[in-house]
């Protein structure tokens, strides 16, 4: 499946023309043997190349991470589906590289399958997705009991040692507890009253507690 230019546009082209060009994200129209056909200014900026050094490069040269057959796949899905969302990493022109996350759309011009790729850098994704994963772990292998919730009182996250002392199995599925689950009704109304309050008005709270056992 592929879409079809067509001139019957509710903006001028030239307009089109100027929106990808100063997109924040990469753009690359690429032609049928992977070779670039345009590319915006960010996405000279993000690599390090000039716009007429990247006119003669094409995807092999920026992306060594997917092989020719994988390439290959890629490119037949996205003639069957019309599009293709995948993660991958860009090397720059100065060796270094960085993980990208890659959005295709296929159509025809010509006659010919272009491929229009909108490309952004996901560097602090990645990083804010490893703290966190940091973060979870540091919890999971805390010997306290250890949670947070929202507002309504919807359990978000138990930690190990925490669904033990509660007697629940590791695989409990925690989202589908709420906090009077877990606590007397004299907890929830201090939660209500005074906790959450504090909480709110000072950005943390520390008290003591006692947990329902089973």
């Not at 049928?32 to 716009?51: D, E, H, I, M, P």
């Not at 306290?144 to 309504?152: C, G, H, K, Q, T």
Request: glycine share 4%; net charge negative; hydrophobic share 40%.
């Amino acid at each position: 499946m592929s879409l079809s230019l067509t001139t019957h546009l509710p903006v001028p082209l030239d307009f089109v023309a100027f929106a990808c060009e100063n997109m924040h994200d990469a753009v690359y129209l690429i032609d049928s043997t992977f070779k670039f056909k345009y590319v915006n200014q960010s996405a000279c900026q993000t690599l390090g190349y000039s716009q007429n050094e990247l006119l003669n490069m094409g995807v092999a040269d920026i992306d060594f991470s997917l092989s020719p057959v994988a390439i290959n796949a890629m490119h037949q899905q996205v003639i069957e589906q019309g599009y293709a969302c995948f993660e991958t990493r860009h090397q720059r022109k100065d060796g270094s590289s960085f993980p990208v996350e890659v959005n295709i759309t296929q159509y025809q011009y010509n006659n010919e399958n272009m491929s229009l790729c909108v490309v952004r850098d996901i560097t602090e994704r990645k990083r804010l997705y490893f703290e966190k994963q940091q973060l979870i772990d540091a919890l999971e292998e805390s010997a306290d009991f250890i949670s947070y919730a929202e507002l309504n009182h919807t359990i978000l996250f138990i930690n190990i040692a925490g669904l033990r002392m509660v007697g629940l199995d590791e695989n409990t599925k925690v989202n589908t507890l709420q906090i009077n689950d877990l606590h007397p009704k004299w907890v929830i109304e201090l939660l209500n009253e005074t906790a959450i309050p504090t909480a709110l008005a000072h950005g943390v709270l520390a008290w003591r507690k006692r947990v329902i056992t089973s």
